[in-house]
């Protein structure tokens, strides 16, 4: 299993920005989720948003609902799934990552413990 995170950046608080995760494996043949999680210096990593293989099931985390968007994109054994996160806010500054729990139907609040693959992250600032 690979995935890799990326799209992060400097940005000023309102912009926008739009995070990949690129993954493949032998789990983009099966059902899975993909889950974004975020820690900011200081605090616990904590899951933002899910998304299954199908795109049927999604979640988000209350501060970032409205805001940001998960989305898949899956060819055969590879899979793209994208979080459009629009009017950032300096609270969103954070390393970012995305993991895959395979065999999940469907998502609810990601759990670290649940996502048994991982990504690198991608550092999101968020500063006037």
């Known amino acids: 299993v690979q995935l890799q995170a990326s799209g992060g950046g400097l940005v000023q608080p309102g912009d926008s920005l739009r995070l990949s995760c690129a993954g493949s494996g032998g789990f983009a043949r099966n059902y899975y989720a993909i889950g974004w999680f975020r820690q900011a210096p200081g605090t616990q990593r904590e899951g933002i948003s899910c998304?299954?293989?199908?795109?049927?099931?999604?979640?988000?985390e209350s501060s970032v609902k409205g805001r940001f968007t998960i989305s898949t994109d899956n060819a055969k054994n590879t899979v793209t799934v994208s979080l459009q996160m629009n009017n950032l806010k300096p609270e969103d500054t954070a390393v970012y990552f995305c993991?895959?729990?395979?065999?999940?139907?469907?998502?609810?609040?990601?759990?670290?413990?649940?996502?048994?693959?991982w990504g690198q992250g991608t550092l999101v600032t968020v500063s006037s």
């Open positions: 993991a895959v729990d395979p065999g999940r139907l469907w998502c609810q609040r990601p759990e670290e413990y649940e996502y048994g693959y």
């Open positions: 998304i299954t293989s199908g795109g049927d099931s999604t979640w988000y």
